[in-house]
């Protein structure tokens, strides 16, 4: 089945302690992003890969660190994670390209206190 | 810079009543997706569009296109309670492959 994996799907930590929220396609896809949700904010671009090796950041990449070493997999590292991150984060990934359809993780909630 | 701009933010609909959901960015698009979002589940893909004035149906989900391609319109005849949830549009623009996401518009459905 053709589907993105996060995890983990719930995660409370405290201020400043180290996080990483795991993220891979079985899809073969080549852009892969991350995505933080808040209330009225509506879906905002955190980081994007367009291939293995090659990230680039979106619209709030402050705080937030990622990686693409493995076409599969790309990970979200929270350094020194702050209560203005916690957020519902979602994963994506999709073919490459223009106008192919994004596939959605199932999300992490994610509370920092 | 680019942004998408979506409205009504909410919605609260009889079962049976019709809705729609306007999108619109501040330059003219390549594309537009749309994207349903069940409470509690993840975004998933309902359609795109590419051509100025394109108009594509699903069942009873009509989207649009604007002509000049700066807006978009999804409107859902004769609501049931199955759709509810968040609709989300999606702007793409020529030379990036990235999207910017609307705000969003929730829906309810009162039966």
């Known amino acids: 089945e053709a589907q993105v994996t996060q995890n983990p799907r719930y995660l409370i930590t405290v201020t400043g302690k180290k996080l990483t929220v795991t993220c891979s396609q079985n899809?073969?896809?080549?852009?892969m992003s991350w995505y933080r949700q808040d209330p009225g904010l509506g879906l905002r671009q955190i980081y994007y890969?367009?291939?293995?090796?090659?990230?680039d950041k979106g619209d709030v990449p402050e705080g937030y660190k990622v990686s693409r070493k493995e076409k599969r997999n790309f990970p979200l590292i929270l350094e020194s994670p702050s209560p203005n991150q916690t957020s519902l984060y979602f994963c994506?990934?999709?073919?490459?390209?223009?106008?192919?359809?994004?596939?959605f993780g199932q999300g992490t909630r994610l509370t920092v206190v | 810079g680019q942004q998408v701009m979506q409205i009504p933010q909410y919605q609260h609909v009889q079962e049976g009543e019709d809705f729609t959901t306007y999108c619109n960015s501040s330059?003219?698009?390549?594309?537009i997706q749309w994207y349903k979002q069940r409470p509690g589940g993840h975004p998933v893909f309902l359609i795109q569009?590419?051509?100025?004035?394109e108009v594509k149906k699903q069942k009873r989900l009509t989207f649009q296109f604007g002509e000049a391609k700066k807006n978009s319109s999804l409107h859902i005849t004769a609501t049931q309670t199955t759709d509810v949830g968040t609709y989300f549009c999606?702007?793409?623009?020529?030379?990036?492959?990235?999207?910017?996401f609307g705000t969003g518009t929730r829906l309810k459905v009162l039966a």
């Open positions: 999606a702007g793409g623009w020529s030379g990036t492959y990235k999207y910017i």
């Open positions: 994506a990934s999709n073919l490459g390209g223009k106008g192919t359809e994004a596939f």
């Open positions: 899809m073969n896809h080549e852009y």
């Open positions: 569009l590419v051509k100025s004035g």
């Open positions: 330059t003219t698009l390549s594309n």
């Open positions: 890969s367009m291939n293995v090796e090659v990230t």
